[in-house]
């Protein structure tokens, strides 16, 4: 799942907060909906939630969006991204909850709580479950797309240092983004032992968060402003709500076995992304609407901030395995609110610390000058 940047930036970007509530509600309807068969079986329930993707594929949009416009907000001001001061802040925010959620995993495992298997803990601990296709373990297994976030945590800022020109990135951005399925249609066929895994490994969600990082860099561009402004409305974004999370699920139930296959595996997820994308836009720019007066509620907005601590405690009060619900989701919320505030605040604040003492270089790789102007 995608942490905000706490107390940054990220903060004055309407909606964003409330967009972060509701992928993981989506995320808890997913997951306890075993709790009532009747919910689980209901057709619509199950094209709008079904088995918790889209609220991992709002997830994903939401931090391409974000981390690009904080690069590109920071070349700006300085004409450079400090790649160890991008690192250092993503280190404080996402690692101290992550770690310990997983030193709990760990205990409840070493005392026979839970089940878990050694390698898959190895995996979820490194964030490599994504090069994993064998990890499993139900309490940790959520930890797949942590490893997906982190890989492009790591990567995008270097790719955004090696093509600086914010027209090489759009570039960049659009051959991802209509690669990826095309590469997952490859994958399928050549590498069968891979099939079933796609969507716990980095290609199965390249093209969405690309199309959050394409949505950013697109921000200012004089064709693009026109176009969306003219284009990108309440009755798009309700078309645009219809397709991700009706018409895209929905469709491949009607069509023959092959092709049902060809969309649920290559188009589908890059329709829905860009979609969601396009919902992005519309309660970003457009803060007088009634979906963005409700995302951005106090209420939603907390539900966002604590969003990350509820991803990560979710899973063990969620569980069939461990039958808690319906109280399950309120003791999710208490021990998420107990991480946010015992664990996630403290480790923003000793890193705000750190950074007024100018201890951290202000820059590791500097953009040339001459190319700053290009990349506004």
């Known amino acids: 799942m995608t942490p905000g940047s706490g107390m940054g930036h990220d903060r004055n970007i309407p909606s964003l907060d409330g967009l972060r509530a509701l992928s993981i509600i989506l995320v808890l309807l997913a997951h306890g909906s075993w709790y009532s068969p009747r919910i689980q079986n209901n057709p619509v329930f199950d094209f709008v939630v079904g088995d918790g993707a889209h609220g991992v594929a709002v997830f994903f949009v939401i931090s391409g969006y974000l981390i690009t416009s904080l690069l590109l907000r920071e070349v700006r001001k300085t004409g450079t991204i400090s790649l160890k001061r991008f690192y250092f802040r993503r280190t404080m925010r996402i690692f101290p909850p992550f770690y310990v959620f997983m030193a709990v995993m760990g205990l409840f495992w070493a005392i026979h709580w839970i089940p878990e298997h050694w390698p898959s803990f190895l995996a979820a601990t490194t964030y490599t479950w994504a090069y994993y296709p064998g990890a499993h373990g139900y309490y940790i297994h959520h930890t797949w797309s942590l490893s997906i976030e982190e890989q492009f945590y790591l990567l995008w800022p270097l790719s955004v240092l090696i093509w600086y020109r914010r027209q090489k990135l759009i570039a960049v951005s659009v051959l991802l983004i209509l690669g990826m399925p095309v590469l997952r249609l490859a994958i399928y066929f050549v590498l069968p032992s891979l099939r079933g895994h796609e969507y716990f490994m980095i290609y199965g969600w390249v093209d969405t968060i690309m199309v959050g990082c394409l949505l950013a860099l697109l921000q200012n561009q004089p064709r693009w402003e026109a ?150």
């Open 227 to 376: 176009w969306h402004r003219r284009y990108i409305n309440g009755w798009t974004a309700a078309v645009m709500v219809v397709t991700a999370f009706l018409f895209s699920p929905w469709f491949p139930t009607i069509l023959p076995r092959k092709p049902s296959g060809v969309f649920t595996l290559a188009i589908g997820p890059t329709i829905t992304a860009l979609c969601i994308g396009g919902i992005l836009v519309y309660v970003v720019e457009n803060t007088d609407t009634i979906a963005a007066k409700i995302l951005n509620n106090k209420v939603i907005r907390h539900v966002g901030v604590i969003s990350y601590s509820l991803y990560l405690w979710q899973e063990i009060f969620t569980a069939r395995q461990l039958p808690l619900l319906p109280w399950g989701f309120v003791y999710a919320f208490a021990v998420a609110e107990l991480s946010f505030w015992v664990v996630e605040r403290p480790a923003l604040k000793l890193r705000a610390r750190l950074e007024s003492t100018n201890l951290l270089p202000n820059r590791l790789q500097a953009i040339p000058q001459a190319s700053i102007t290009a990349a506004r």
